[in-house]
């Protein structure tokens, strides 16, 4: 079954610093991947995909994600944390191949961005 | 910009209630779909809709019904609530083709006494 997994439950990270956010998936076929971030008491909101293409993907609030085929990663990056930045981030997978786009979501990886 | 609004932020209920809870999308979207939120469970995917009265069970559809009568509208109904049914619920919608990323509801943050 099409899958992904956040092996972290928590990350800190001081402000200003580098932050990576884990994920890895198992799916059959062409990934297609997704972040999402909530904020407290949000739903959800969409901050970048991977489809096809160039590996490296940006998205919205400084973030990028790097694709790795061989690694079967999608890790969620931000060259300099932001005290904003803490929130719960969320990684996803597509698992039909047409029409619904049915997502299954990863548990989720709750960020603390330490002044 | 999409947008996804949901009846309710909050919502009390009493053990044995029927609760309603509504979705409306406003971007023609094909797609709807019904999550809820535990700590540590992540989302897990109720049923979702992919037409007007068109409907499939999720992950775990036990306790849940839904109704879609028009394309904008999609409800989640808890025949009898229970207190294990007290979470977040997420609503979402995307469209049949591209763009794939679902787009997200506020929640509704439901409490079952």
């Known amino acids: 079954a099409q899958s992904v997994a956040q092996p972290e439950d928590q990350v800190n990270v001081a402000e200003g610093n580098p932050l990576t956010v884990k994920c890895t998936y198992s799916?059959?076929?062409?990934?297609?991947l997704f972040w999402y971030v909530q904020y407290p008491n949000r739903g959800l909101q969409f901050l970048l995909k991977?489809?096809?293409?160039?590996?490296l993907v940006k998205g919205s609030y400084g973030f990028e994600a790097e694709f790795n085929k061989s690694q079967t990663s999608f890790h969620l990056k931000k060259p300099s944390a932001l005290v904003s930045d803490s929130a719960l981030y969320f990684c996803?997978?597509?698992?039909?191949?047409?029409?619904?786009?049915?997502?299954?979501f990863g548990k989720g990886n709750q960020v603390v961005v330490i002044p | 910009d999409v947008k996804v609004t949901q009846s309710s932020r909050y919502l009390v209920k009493r053990t044995g209630e029927k609760v309603f809870l509504e979705c409306v999308q406003d971007?023609?979207?094909?797609?709807m779909f019904w999550y809820r939120q535990d700590p540590g469970l992540g989302l897990r995917l109720i049923y979702f809709?992919?037409?007007?009265?068109?409907?499939e069970k999720g992950d775990i559809p036990e306790g849940y019904s839904v109704s879609r009568e028009k394309k904008e509208r999609f409800s989640l109904i808890l025949e009898s609530a229970s207190t294990n049914q007290t979470s977040m619920y997420l609503c979402?919608?995307?469209?049949?083709?591209?763009?794939?990323?679902?787009?997200f509801g506020p929640g509704t943050r439901l409490t079952v006494t």
């Open positions: 809709s992919y037409d007007v009265k068109m409907k």
């Open positions: 799916v059959s076929g062409n990934p297609y």
């Open positions: 979402a919608s995307n469209p049949g083709g591209p763009p794939y990323e679902q787009y």
């Open positions: 991977y489809i096809t293409g160039d590996n």
């Open positions: 971007m023609d979207h094909e797609n």
């Open positions: 996803a997978v597509r698992v039909t191949p047409y029409g619904n786009n049915r997502l299954a």
